[in-house]
């Protein structure tokens, strides 16, 4: 009975190992604790990621609405906000290699940037293509701006992408940008828009400045001719005669009257095109270039444009320089700039004469901050 009693009577070392495990649980007890709130925090971050990634995911699914006769899209619904109202930026649609002058952002980047264009004058952009290109080629340009809230209008002009027309048969400036002019005419009233010009887009919209001042809050040209008064787009192109070999060589003139009348239009050899328009864009976009492009007409190339101080000079102007461009040099961008000087002048570096094509996040950030420009 007495070592039965010792042995139910706890000794000094099961007293020390009944502490020790009680210790032992404790710390156990906390870090399980830990654990679980780290466990939290760590799925409050995946979950804010999964909504980002989810809200990228759903804007590139959602389908877009076309009005074939100008291209002009329109967002479905409301543009995607964060919780603290701004705008959600986009992803490009561009698979090539990013440089530092042309980042992709990331999803939880796209939460927190964006700019309010309901308080903007106008989040309207209309963008006019240059010669031989359509409103197709803005296709990056138009998803950037509308996934950021702007409206968009693409224009093709006549006989360009999908406006079906004989270019040889254009006989004038006012012909070949009755679909921009048309599309301004038809704008509700009190209404702006801001227009961006391409390459010979650029002579395009300032045709319609002189028509429509009051409907169009800001001119952007990119890489494009930007004229004086009585000056036609020949006229500047002519200045660089001797400077630029590509593009002599490019051009196949169409004589649709005759060789003893005056060309009609122009092809650009297929065989040439990367080199002198899209030296540093993506591959996809050479292809669906070299498949899209159409003839340019002649007519509207050799006009002479009527540019009046009270009418085009009262638009603002800005102007966008391709640093790359072998199809406009930059000595021939600069020639035009000093002739006419715009309200600012910005660089795309590492752009060729397609930016929308070589850099469109690049020319998405200037595009938005242009509009923000009081």
Not at 82 to 104: I, K, M, Y
Not at 120 to 149: D, M, P, Q, R
Not at 298 to 307: D, G, N, Q, R, T
Request: hydrophobic share 35%; proline share 5%.
């Amino acid at each position: 009975m007495g070592n039965l009693c010792s042995l139910l009577k706890p000794t000094q070392q099961q007293k020390s190992l009944s502490s020790s495990s009680k210790k032992q649980q404790q710390r156990y007890s906390a870090a399980s604790t830990s654990r679980r709130e780290k466990k939290k925090l760590d799925d409050a971050v995946i979950r804010e990621q999964a909504i980002a990634a989810a809200l990228l995911y759903k804007q590139h699914q959602q389908n877009q609405q076309f009005d074939r006769s100008s291209s002009l899209r329109y967002p479905n619904g409301a543009s995607k906000r964060s919780n603290n109202g701004s705008n959600v930026l986009p992803r490009s649609s561009s698979s090539r290699a990013r440089s530092l002058t042309d980042p992709l952002l990331q999803p939880h980047q796209l939460l927190h940037q964006g700019v309010k264009v309901d308080d903007l004058e106008t989040n309207h952009f209309v963008l006019v293509h240059g010669g031989g290109f359509g409103a197709w080629c803005w296709y990056k340009t138009i998803a950037l701006l509308e996934e950021s809230g702007f409206k968009v209008a693409a224009i093709d002009l006549t006989g360009s992408g999908v406006h079906s027309f004989d270019t040889n048969n254009i006989t004038s400036l006012s012909q070949y940008v009755k679909p921009l002019t048309n599309f301004l005419e038809n704008l509700p009233e009190g209404q702006k828009v801001i227009l961006v010009g391409h390459d010979f887009g650029g002579a395009c919209i300032s045709y319609a400045m002189e028509l429509f001042p009051l409907k169009i809050s800001k001119a952007v040209f990119i890489a494009a001719a930007m004229p004086t008064n009585g000056q036609s787009t020949l006229d500047i192109i002519s200045q660089q005669a001797g400077s630029n070999d590509l593009m002599p060589q490019a051009q196949k003139f169409l004589y649709a009257n005759g060789n003893d009348h005056p060309p009609t239009a122009f092809d650009l050899d297929k065989s040439l095109l990367r080199e002198l328009l899209f030296n540093l864009s993506p591959t996809k976009d050479v292809a669906l270039a070299s498949v899209s492009m159409s003839s340019v007409p002649f007519a509207p190339v050799l006009e002479k444009l009527s540019l009046s101080d009270v009418k085009y000079r009262t638009v603002r102007r800005f102007y966008i320089k391709t640093l790359e461009d072998n199809a406009i040099p930059t000595a021939l961008q600069e020639n035009m700039i000093n002739a006419s000087p715009p309200e600012k002048v910005f660089h795309l570096k590492g752009a060729d004469h397609s930016p929308f094509f070589s850099k469109p996040q690049a020319l998405h950030k200037l595009l938005v901050e242009i509009s923000t420009i009081l």
